[in-house]
């Protein structure tokens, strides 16, 4: 066992070392329980950043329940050799709170996932995120229920749910009943936010940690044209005009592009890409439909403010909800039917959209969480519907993805993927939402988002059945 561990933290830290000197910033979240003195860990994190971000929270502690962030002096202590203490006999101790480990026993010792190195959620967002899972024994018993929640609402600074306290400790949900601690590696370098594209022009931009080597980095780009790629091309970081930006640096240039343009920007150290974004001239549209939905909002703001609304909601904001995914599916391509805002049809679908070559989104929208009032199952029933119906017209060929959109964050429905997953179910989350606003800019092509949800939906299926496997 301490040689597997030992071969998964070598493969996650080797995957980043070409840039790990940019990771200025360590910090380790804790949740746990302290029994005997000891702070067994029911979820651990730790994060590596590049930034000059150190604060932490402060200590929490109710009865036997813990939750700290701690700044890791990387002059003292190696941040490998901490998640490695971490999962020791004898755990990693610190001044002031004593040993930490994730607990094991003879019975369900620890186990190292192999890293993942592209995690989906940093995918989401165009970013590389490594992370390294460790998973230890069962916790059921160190956070009894409902006793523990009714421990954290009686606090001096109360939570309702332990759930809740693991969210904002930055450990997000707690995923199932085995201990864990997982070491994430944030993106070292990125477009710069200024990068944008001004008639035939296209700004150039790159910032990155001041300690890593201007001669590793570079900026790709990919010119998108009437829906072609017309033009590819990299400038290099020695190529670029570079000044110092707080702990950074930012590197500058230009290039030519045809007007209309909408660029793909990628940014990439040491032969691996880091951070993916698209720009587009705003006085342009390549998308006839974005251009379109402009003359209803111009600014953008409404649907915006529809798909991102206050949680908990208030008067009608889940039928605006449900109208703007109708919009947005639109614009990105689809042919839309929506059904849910009529009170004929509320109950049979919210959403349904066809691409191109006829496959079908039977899609569910929600501002809660994924299982409230049945709504995964009712999905699925409707989903299975849609199936039968094809088939008994002979277009049995014709695929239908099942997906359900939310206004909560990932964090928030955490719970609740593992059995959408199981069910083919696509999850889009209010990071989604945001994210997929970007792809208004480029060419409608829906046949091609559906090939990416259905993609999306497979490679979380077979990740689930390894862990699943690996973890017993």
């Known amino acids: 066992m301490k040689a597997q561990l030992e071969h998964q933290l070598q493969a996650f830290f080797g995957a980043i070392s070409n840039w790990r000197i940019a990771y200025k910033v360590a910090r380790l979240h804790v949740l746990g329980v302290r029994i005997d003195g000891i702070l067994q860990a029911v979820s651990a994190r730790i994060v590596l950043d590049v930034g000059d971000d150190t604060a ?160 590793h980095a570079k900026l790709g780009f990919r010119v998108v044209h009437r829906g072609d790629v017309v033009q590819r091309g990299t400038l290099s970081g020695p190529s670029l005009t570079w000044n110092e930006r707080g702990v950074g640096m930012i590197g500058t240039g230009e290039f030519e592009v045809p007007a209309g343009s909408v660029v793909q920007y990628i940014a990439s150290y040491a032969g691996e890409a880091h951070n993916i974004q698209w720009r587009a001239d705003p ?49 990105l391509g689809f042919s839309v039917a929506s059904f849910g805002t009529h009170p004929k049809t509320r109950d049979s679908f919210d959403v349904v959209a066809t691409t191109h070559r006829g496959d079908f989104l039977v899609v569910e929208c929600t501002l809660g969480l994924l299982r409230a009032d049945s709504k995964l199952s009712k999905l699925a029933a409707r ?35 593992g059995p959408a997953t199981e069910l083919g179910i696509l999850v889009i989350t209010r990071e989604n939402l945001e994210n997929i606003q970007n792809e208004l800019i480029r060419f409608p092509d829906a046949d091609s988002l559906f090939e990416r949800g259905l993609r999306a939906v497979q490679e979380r299926q077979s990740a689930d059945i390894v862990r699943n496997a690996e973890t017993g």
Not at 144 to 166: G, Y
Not at 300 to 312: A, F, G, H, Q, V
Request: one cysteine or more.
């Open 56 to 215: 932490c929270k402060a200590p929490f502690r109710s009865g036997r329940i813990e939750a700290h962030q701690i700044l890791l002096d990387q002059v003292l202590f190696d941040v490998k050799e901490v998640a490695a203490a971490l999962v020791s006999v004898n755990g990693f101790t610190l001044d002031g709170l004593g040993p930490v480990k994730l607990p094991s026993t003879d019975e369900v010792g620890i186990f190292a996932a192999p890293p993942t190195l592209l995690h989906p959620e940093g995918l989401n967002a165009g970013n590389r995120l490594a992370v390294l899972s460790i998973v230890g024994s069962h916790v059921d018993g160190l956070l009894p229920q409902p006793e523990s929640d009714w421990l954290l609402k009686a606090a001096d600074t109360p939570f309702d749910s332990v759930r809740e306290l693991s969210v904002e400790f930055g450990l997000g949900n707690l995923l199932n009943d085995r201990a864990s601690l997982e070491v994430v590696a944030r993106t070292a370098i990125g477009v710069l936010d200024e990068t944008a594209i001004n008639g035939t022009r296209a700004s150039a931009g790159l910032w990155m940690a001041n300690s890593l080597d201007l001669a």
């Open 383 to 417: 989903t299975s519907s849609v199936r039968d119906s094809l088939s008994a017209s002979n277009m049995k060929h014709l695929r239908v993805l099942p997906v359900i959109v939310t206004a909560m964050t990932i964090d928030q429905v955490a719970a609740d993927l």
């Open 283 to 331: 006085t342009t549209f390549l998308n006839p439909r974005a251009a379109v939905l402009s003359l209803v909002d111009a600014s953008s703001s409404l649907i915006k403010s529809y798909l991102t609304p206050d949680l908990p909601p208030r008067g009608k904001a889940a039928d605006d909800f449900e109208a703007a995914i109708g919009w947005l599916l639109w614009t």
